[in-house]
């Protein structure tokens, strides 16, 4: 693998945390990158990170020289195409621990239950575990969809500052997927507002006619999760509703605890 001076300073540096410096700072710079879109200049980086430039620009050389950053044509630095391998790899791995959780949920609910990540401007399905029902839902592992029309899309966007909200939905649109889809960002942004208030989301045969679905996101996760159940609006019923939650938050905790473990470990 390419080494730079970087490798001659920073990483012979012990962090107050005792891991590596230059591995701490090229992964907040990565961090960072993402955080900004996935492009950014050396001054950006630098001004956001409070790293000099010389240290940044011989960690960003590193970093292009393993493919994790490529530099562009107009001398700003973009997020590289081998960081989709990890990310895919660490997605299919988030799913295989959530895949106990997701049982719990069927149990316990009696409702097909999904595991969903924001990946971009998208919701990816990443694990589900279907209800001993015999109706198919529309969700399956690695599909992906539009946030606006989802349960789970709700609970991942809820958190999100509303510009930043309003500026994804005028990348994707707002298509309709059933006559109850919300197609405005005021009628979303109020949705997402109700979500906060609720604890959790809700979409009432808004993906697909006749199934309703509630979600949670996962607290502390190290990338924004949510599970969730979908059902017959039958059978997720208000009354349902009341006694699904509580299972669905409870089991949310419990994941979050289980992915910070694993984090520590």
């Known amino acids: 693998m390419p080494t730079s001076s970087a490798s001659t300073t920073d990483s012979a540096k012990p962090s107050a945390a005792g891991g590596v410096q230059s591995l701490e700072r090229a992964f907040d ?3 960072r990158m993402a955080d900004a879109g996935g492009e950014v ?3 950006e980086l630098s001004a956001a990170s409070g790293l000099p430039l010389p240290t940044i620009h011989r960690l960003m050389r590193t970093l292009v020289a393993c493919g994790y950053v490529r530099q562009q044509a107009n001398r700003r630095y ?3 195409p081998r960081l989709i391998r990890l990310g895919e790899s660490a997605s299919r791995l988030l799913g295989t621990w959530a895949r106990p959780y997701l049982a719990r949920l069927v149990e316990e609910t009696g409702e097909t239950a999904n595991m969903a990540l924001l990946d971009g401007d998208e919701i990816v399905y990443v694990a589900q575990v279907p209800s001993k029902h015999s109706m198919r839902m529309f969700t399956e592992v690695g599909r992906r969809v539009l946030p606006h029309s989802t349960g789970v899309g709700k609970a991942l966007l809820a958190g999100v500052p509303d510009d930043e909200v309003r500026a994804l939905l005028a990348r994707t649109g707002m298509p309709a997927a059933t006559e109850r889809t919300i197609t405005t ?3 979303f942004l109020a949705a997402l507002a109700e979500v906060r208030d609720l604890g959790y989301a809700v979409d009432d045969n808004e993906q697909e006619v ?3 679905c509630l979600a949670v996101s996962v607290p502390d996760s190290p990338t924004a999760a949510a599970i969730s159940i979908s059902g017959p609006a ?3 019923t208000e009354a349902a509703t009341e006694k699904i939650v509580p ?3 409870q089991i949310a905790g419990e994941l979050s605890a289980a992915l910070a473990s694993q984090n520590q470990g």
Do not use: I, K, T
């Open 29 to 31: 710079l990565l961090e």
């Open 41 to 43: 200049g050396l001054s």
């Open 78 to 80: 973009a997020l590289g």
């Open 185 to 187: 960002p005021e009628g």
């Open 210 to 212: 006749g199934v309703r």
């Open 234 to 236: 039958g059978r997720v």
């Open 247 to 249: 299972v669905l938050q």
